[in-house]
Nanobody, 124 residues
C-alpha cells in the first residue's frame, strides 16, 4: 500500500501563486507515475498534471499549461505542483494520485492510490 498526503492548499487572490506538495509513504518503490487532479463543486474530477517517476516526463491539461509546473523529488518521495497566475476557475479540491502503470495518463481510473485532497480557493 501507498499513502499520499497533500499540503499547501489555501485561499489566494487571482494572479497569485501556490505550491502544493504530496508526500508518499509505504511501498513507494512500486510507484511509476504521479499526478494531480482537481474537482470543483458539481464537476467531475479532472486531470491537471502528471510526471513519471524515473525520467520525469510531464503532461499538462491545456487549461494549466504555461501556468502550472509539476516536479518531483524522488529522494523525498514527494511531488510538487507550482501554480502561478491563478484564476478563480482554478478553485477546486486538488488531489494527488500515484500509479504503477506505464506513462502519464489523464484517466483517474489508471491511478491506484489517492490522497485526501487539499482545498485551493482563488478569489477574484
Amino acid at each position: 500500500q501507498v499513502q499520499l498526503v497533500e499540503s499547501g492548499g489555501d485561499l489566494v487572490q487571482a494572479g497569485g501563486s501556490l505550491r502544493l506538495s504530496c508526500a508518499a509513504s509505504g511501498r513507494t518503490f512500486s510507484i511509476t507515475v504521479m499526478g494531480w487532479f482537481r474537482q470543483a463543486p458539481g464537476k467531475e474530477r479532472e486531470f491537471v498534471a502528471g510526471i513519471t517517476r524515473s525520467v520525469g516526463n510531464t503532461l499538462y491539461a491545456d487549461s494549466v499549461k504555461g501556468r502550472f509546473t509539476i516536479s518531483r523529488d524522488n529522494a523525498r518521495n514527494t511531488v510538487y505542483l507550482q501554480m502561478n497566475s491563478l484564476k478563480p476557475e482554478d478553485t477546486a479540491v486538488y488531489y494527488c494520485a500515484a500509479g504503477t502503470g506505464y506513462g502519464v495518463t489523464v484517466r483517474p481510473s489508471a491511478y491506484d492510490y489517492w490522497g485526501q485532497g487539499t482545498q485551493v480557493t482563488v478569489s477574484s
